[in-house]
Structure formats: structure tokens, C-alpha cells
């Protein structure tokens, strides 16, 4: 009797343990697996975003930086050199992870690198990128995109958003910040009926402007606080003398320590003025 009971204890034990033991082997290979599309989409990512800031109008400042989270966005951006010493400024996000989102980051990019050579308006070229986009299968992804034309000689910028925000402006003659309202025309790669819209601001000397993706502002500590645009504004005016790098390094750090560098999606900002102070 003794004897049938813990052998059949042992089975059951063993049974276990073997279910045990295969689980484990399956959770592992799935996490090498996912490692594994993780890296390629990262590899994507960065191979798509430019390297440094070669040919950018002398008299133009300009800092940027990419966080990516973990399990890797979609967040993108890029910076051209376009004729009569005008600067282009792109950023954007797209809806998912992983690779499948990396993959429509790089096609956006590649095609935002066409189309701002070819067109003067923003909102031509956020047009463009829509229609081809359209025309592709995503699955009902899209992406939130601005596209900023900065002209130096006329002290302007011409922006145009497809869902993207917000913009903020450091005036230095007022040492105050403006939220530039943006138009909220649907994101890039949803219908071919939209028709962007273009504002316009004009910069003054000392001026910072910044643009950013969510993942900044919604970036979470511990206890499920975000980070916030009042945060990033705080920070801005408490380094609005400082160059773009300064103000940029700054609230870099202030989202490592709130955060604890943990960052469950990617974060990218993008800070410029016409002259660099110091």
C-alpha cells in the first residue's frame, strides 16, 4: 500500500517536473526569439537615423537624442540641409513595436528623404508621405508625424503636423514659453483625404524651439507617475541661456532619474535655435 502510494507520488511528482522543465525551455527559447527581432528592429532603428550633423547651416544650433524603450517603438526623426540654407526637421512615431514598426519607420524615412528635396511646403511633403503610405498594406498601422522647415535668413520656421504635438517655443524676449497650436489633422498612413495645413512663427535671436515625441512627456516612475510637459517646460526655463546640447543633456538626465532609466516606449527630442549663446 505504502509502496503504491509513493510511486504514484513519484509519477506525479516527475510528470510536474517534466511539464515544469519543458515550460521553462519553451519561455526561454520565445525570450531569445524576441531578443533576437528586438536587436533587428534596434539595428534597423539606428541604421535609419543620421549620424551626425554634417551640412546643418552654421548659424543653426541643433541637439538631438533617441531613447529607445525596451521593447523597441516606433520613433524616428531626421534632419536635412535643404537650398538657400534652409533646414528641414522631421519627427514621428509610429503605432507598434518591434520589428513590423521599425520596418515602417525606415520606408518613412527613406521616402521623407525624396520628398523634402523635392517640395518647399511641409504640408507638400507630409502630403506626399500620406498618398504612399496609404498605398501600402500596415495593418492598420500609422504615424504621427511634424515636419519643420527652418529658414535662417528670415528668422521663420513653416511647420506641419499630421497628428503630432506639441510644439513648444522658448521666447527669449518675454522668458516665457509658447505652446505653438498645432493643426490636428489625422496621422500619416490612415486615409488620402487630408489635406495638411502650415503655420508660422518667427524666431528672434536667443530663441529655443524643442519638439519631442510622447514617450517623453508619458514616460512613468515607480509609482505610474508621468514625467509631463510641465516637467519638460521647468526644465527649459530653468536652462533656457544655455545652448540646444545644454538644454538637452538636462532634461536627459532628469528623465534618468525619474524614470530609472527603465522606459516602456522610445523617447526622441529634438531641441535648435538660429545662435548659439555659449
Known amino acids: 500500500m505504502f509502496t503504491a502510494i509513493f510511486l504514484f507520488l513519484f509519477i506525479i511528482g516527475f510528470v510536474y517536473i517534466s511539464f515544469t522543465l519543458f515550460r521553462i525551455v519553451k519561455e526561454s527559447r520565445t525570450r531569445q526569439l524576441l531578443e533576437k527581432e528586438l536587436d533587428i528592429a534596434r539595428t534597423i532603428q539606428k541604421s535609419f537615423l543620421p549620424e551626425d550633423t554634417k551640412g546643418i547651416p552654421t548659424a543653426v544650433a541643433v541637439a538631438s537624442f533617441m531613447q529607445p524603450a525596451r521593447f523597441v517603438g516606433g520613433d524616428l526623426y531626421d534632419i536635412v540641409s535643404l537650398d538657400d540654407g534652409k533646414l528641414g526637421v522631421f519627427i514621428g512615431d509610429v503605432s507598434g513595436k518591434g520589428v513590423p514598426a521599425s520596418l515602417i519607420m525606415a520606408q518613412a524615412i527613406a521616402l521623407f528623404r525624396v520628398f523634402s528635396h523635392q517640395h518647399l511646403q511641409c504640408s507638400s511633403v507630409l502630403s506626399r508621405l500620406n498618398k504612399e503610405l496609404c498605398g501600402q498594406k500596415f495593418a492598420g498601422r500609422f504615424i504621427t508625424s511634424l515636419y519643420m522647415i527652418v529658414d535662417n535668413q528670415k528668422r521663420k520656421i513653416k511647420v506641419s503636423s499630421a497628428g503630432h504635438g506639441p510644439l513648444l517655443i522658448y ?6 514659453i509658447h505652446e505653438v497650436n498645432l493643426s490636428t489633422e489625422l496621422p500619416l498612413g490612415i486615409t488620402e483625404e487630408v489635406e495638411y495645413k502650415e503655420i508660422e512663427a518667427d524666431l528672434e535671436e536667443g530663441d529655443r524651439v524643442i519638439i519631442f515625441t510622447d514617450g517623453l512627456p508619458e514616460a512613468r516612475n515607480k ?56
Open 223 to 278: 509609482r505610474g507617475e508621468e514625467f509631463g510637459i510641465a516637467k519638460i517646460r521647468q526644465i527649459i526655463l530653468e536652462n533656457a541661456e544655455f545652448n540646444p546640447q545644454k538644454i538637452l543633456e538636462s532634461i536627459k538626465e532628469e528623465l534618468s532619474k525619474f524614470s530609472n532609466s527603465s522606459q516602456h516606449d522610445d523617447s526622441t527630442l529634438i531641441v535648435f535655435s538660429l545662435w548659439e549663446q555659449r
Open 171 to 176: 521666447k527669449k524676449r518675454e522668458s516665457k
